[in-house]
Structures are given as structure tokens and as C-alpha cells.
């Protein structure tokens, strides 16, 4: 299948609606909208036009950036989209982070070794804590 990959960020529709698609239910769109305009870097993957795969990258840009957003639509998952859209995140870290930033993320349950397959590490509590985060 052609697909489209591009660094321009979703519309804040499509956004809302591939959340929806992979359960993480119902996105204020204004908010979304602040959310998708104050983003470091977008990439999205398009199947005639659709969005389908995308992730996003927040943050300083200086001291800390956090990986947000990795999603696959569920007809699309298997076919190595997601690690597209780790590709080209991992790129733009790569030109953008200096030495002394952190990139962190909260993975998915179960998902944990996506990520570690790109050198992210599950905190164990040791030395830094488990982390930590409020949902509001």
C-alpha cells in the first residue's frame, strides 16, 4: 500500500478522531487544538488522504522532550507504522536533543517493549523513582 508520511500536523478532527478509533476516548477540540499547535514536531502517515498512524513530539525543546500521541489506527497495526512514525521521531531527537536532555514517554500497558527496542527504559524505582503523572 502507498502511504503518505509527512511532518505537517494533523487537523485537530482527524486527531480527535483516530484517538477515538484506538479507544482512548472523546478529545475536546480546542484543547486538542492547543495541544497540536504547541507541539516541538509532528509526523503523520496517511492512507488515501485518511490519517491512520501519527505521533507527536512536546516539550522545551531545550532540557525535555516527551514523546506523546504514537498511535496506529487498528485495521493498520501490524504493518510497521508505528515503528515509521518512531523513525522519523527518533530522527528529529537525534538532530534536536543535546547532551543532558531527557525524552520520556509513558507507554501503553504492554507496549513497553515497542519502546525499548529504541533504548527507552522502564523505570524500576531505582535511582530516580518510578515516575509519576496526574490525569485531570
Request: net charge neutral.
Amino acid at each position: 500500500m502507498a502511504y503518505q508520511i509527512s511532518n505537517k500536523a494533523p487537523t485537530v478532527r482527524e486527531f480527535a478522531l483516530l484517538r477515538k478509533r484506538v479507544g482512548w476516548g472523546e478529545t475536546d477540540e480546542i484543547l486538542a487544538q492547543t495541544s497540536l499547535n504547541n507541539s516541538l514536531f509532528h509526523v503523520t502517515i496517511r492512507h488515501q488522504d485518511v490519517l491512520i498512524a501519527m505521533g507527536r513530539v512536546v516539550g522545551d525543546g531545550g532540557l525535555f522532550y516527551y514523546i506523546q500521541d504514537v498511535v496506529v489506527a487498528p485495521n493498520y497495526q501490524g504493518e510497521g507504522l508505528g515503528h515509521a512514525v518512531m523513525y522519523e521521531i527518533e530522527r528529529f531527537v537525534a538532530k534536536n536533543a543535546k547532551a543532558g536532555a531527557t525524552v520520556a514517554l509513558l507507554s501503553a500497558k504492554g507496549k513497553e517493549a515497542f519502546y525499548e527496542q529504541y533504548d527507552y527504559v522502564v523505570r524500576t524505582g531505582e535511582p530516580l523513582g518510578l515516575g509519576m503523572c496526574k490525569f485531570i
